[in-house]
């Protein structure tokens, strides 16, 4: 399955995602992935992670990196996920909601600082992080409602 436009627009926000994506494929291909500056090739397009496994591991870095993120770059992170669990495919709404946006609950749960970005998450996606929340029978403190 070929690379999303928006995840695309995604990875351009900020090198570090880019990074960590790069390196993510190269790993999953067998390589290190520290070598190549340059996006997956077209014909290797197949050759990548499931999309919500990429999700997931972009929300892992956003979380552990997200000092080198600016303001900006977090807000379209966010505005671009947002966009994607309202007007995206199923399949792709899907994928940020059990990808990025669990990998980052999990985070929080691990000592992120999830109120310092909560603002910047759009109303979809906080509706799926509450319900996520209440799944899994954790309490969503007052500052996400």
């Known amino acids: 399955m070929s690379t ?5 627009e995604l990875l351009e926000v900020s090198d570090v995602l880019a990074a960590e994506d790069r390196a993510r494929i190269a790993a999953w291909q067998g390589g290190s992935g520290a070598d190549s500056d340059e996006p997956p090739a077209e014909e290797a397009e197949d050759d990548v992670p499931p ?8 929300g892992t870095v956003t979380a552990e990196r997200s000092a080198e993120l600016t303001p900006e770059q977090t807000r ?4 671009i996920l947002e ?7 199923e399949y792709d709404g899907t994928a ?3 990808g990025f946006f669990e990998a980052l609950l999990n985070a929080w749960d691990n000592g992120f600082d999830l109120r310092a970005v909560w603002d910047d998450v759009g109303p979809e996606s906080r ?7 209440k799944f899994g029978d954790v309490e969503s403190p007052d500052w996400m409602r």
């Open 4 to 8: 999303p436009d928006w995840f695309r």
């Open 51 to 58: 999309l919500t496994v990429r999700l997931g591991d972009l």
């Open 76 to 79: 379209q992170v966010f505005r």
């Open 83 to 89: 966009e994607v669990m309202t007007s995206g495919s």
């Open 96 to 98: 940020v909601a059990t």
């Open 127 to 133: 509706a799926y992080c509450l319900a996520w929340n």
